[in-house]
């Protein structure tokens, strides 16, 4: 089985699992779930559905109880749409990846200074860079 075909495959699971669960899943306790991306076995038989899910961790708990409640329904939905020879196991895992990328945007804008208080940089030899002393170039100002 080619790589291309596997990544066509995860990217067809993809859009249908994303779809189900925004348009045509009815459990209260799944809400605001970002399908992130899709690992497919080589063989086809197995799909790890990563999913982001916005919330307190208790809210992020119950989302994913109700996700693996609805498998078996999304796994229907994708045998209906993506024409393989079997149909994908479809196991979700919680991707913290956006959280890690909020928490490090966090810790950077602690650590890093405003650019309003910063000093303005300078050239090698402490003029201020930017400046055109030296230069031909005629100055812009009123003669009249």
Known sequence: MSSRRTLKAASAIKEVVSMAILVELRDPRVKNVTVTFVEISGDMRYAKVHVSIM?????????MHGLKRSAGFLQKKVNDRVDTRYTPR?????????????????????????????TPATAGDGEVAGTTEGTSEPDNQDRG
């Not at 919330?55 to 989302?63: I, R, S, T, V």
């Not at 990328?101 to 650019?115: C, G, M, N, Q």
């Open 55 to 63: 919330g307190d961790p208790k809210e992020q708990e119950l989302c």
């Open 90 to 118: 479809i196991e979700f895992v919680l991707d913290k990846g956006v959280k890690n990328s909020f928490k490090v945007s966090e810790i950077l804008a602690d650590v890093l200074p405003d650019e309003d208080t910063s």
